[in-house]
């Protein structure tokens, strides 16, 4: 697995190699299968590792290879890694989101961990209180995070309350990855 830094070009991203002579995670378990990352609420990342011998369907393999393996060693294993730098300190963090209310799910929009502004936005959508509207407005227009701006026009969206005008500020926001966002959202008007 190797790890990319993320390089703005115009209103894209390009995703560059950070250590071109090494890699982020490797093993020398020839079974290692690392096939799904998260962000940890905490800040440290997931790794799940399926842990097979073989990862190709037996029927896409030679004859002669297939009588030298199991083609189904390994389905009843599995791993799942918490990375995190040396000496990293995992802070107490509130798992259970769905405790909070609409209003503090919201200011989570702008929280530099993904964990916690998918979290919040997901629960936002699936309580549709639309009391937090106008608090989402607020963020779409004034958050100083790019993220966090375009994390509450997709809110608001998903509560059915995003309207034409709402998109006009973002058409024109400082920075290109919003203005891309608001393009997008007003494709349905």
């Not at 790890?3 to 950070?18: F, M, P, Q, S, W």
């Not at 730098?85 to 799910?105: I, R, Y």
């Not at 929009?109 to 916690?116: A, I, Q, V």
């Given at each position: 697995?190797?790890?990319?830094?993320?390089?703005?070009?115009?209103?894209?991203?390009?995703?560059?190699?950070?250590?071109?002579?090494?890699?982020?995670?490797?093993?020398?378990?020839?079974?290692?299968?690392?096939?799904?990352?998260?962000?940890?609420?905490?800040?440290?990342?997931?790794?799940?590792?399926?842990?097979?011998?073989?990862?190709?369907?037996?029927?896409?393999?030679?004859?002669?290879?297939?009588?030298?393996?199991?083609?189904?060693?390994?389905?009843?294993?599995?791993?799942?890694?918490?990375?995190?730098?040396?000496?990293?300190?995992?802070?107490?963090?509130?798992?259970?989101?769905?405790?909070?209310?609409?209003?503090?799910?919201?200011?989570?929009?702008?929280?530099?961990?993904?964990w916690?502004?998918?979290?919040?936005?997901?629960?936002?959508?699936?309580?549709?209180?639309?009391?937090?509207?106008?608090?989402?407005?607020?963020?779409?227009?004034?958050?100083?995070?790019?993220?966090?701006?375009?994390?509450a026009?997709?809110?608001?969206?998903?509560?059915?309350?995003?309207?034409?005008?709402?998109?006009l500020?973002?058409?024109?926001?400082?920075?290109?990855?919003?203005?891309?966002?608001?393009?997008?959202?007003a494709?349905?008007?």
């Amino acid at each position: 697995v190797y790890r990319a830094t993320l390089d703005e070009k115009g209103v894209g991203l390009v995703a560059n190699r950070a250590d071109p002579t090494g890699e982020f995670l490797a093993s020398k378990d020839i079974w290692f299968r690392p096939v799904q990352m998260a962000n940890a609420p905490d800040g440290a990342l997931f790794v799940v590792d399926i842990y097979r011998e073989l990862i190709e369907g037996a029927a896409f393999l030679p004859p002669e290879f297939v009588k030298y393996i199991d083609p189904v060693s390994g389905n009843d294993r599995g791993r799942i890694y918490r990375l995190a730098p040396k000496g990293f300190n995992a802070s107490q963090v509130n798992t259970n989101l769905s405790e909070l209310s609409a209003l503090e799910l919201a200011a989570l929009l702008e929280h530099p961990n993904g964990w916690h502004r998918d979290t919040a936005s997901r629960l936002l959508y699936q309580k549709q209180d639309r009391s937090v509207v106008t608090t989402l407005l607020k963020l779409a227009h004034g958050s100083s995070s790019p993220v966090g701006r375009m994390t509450a026009l997709h809110s608001l969206h998903g509560l059915n309350s995003l309207e034409a005008e709402h998109l006009l500020p973002a058409l024109a926001d400082r920075h290109p990855l919003v203005i891309v966002q608001a393009l997008r959202l007003a494709e349905s008007f």
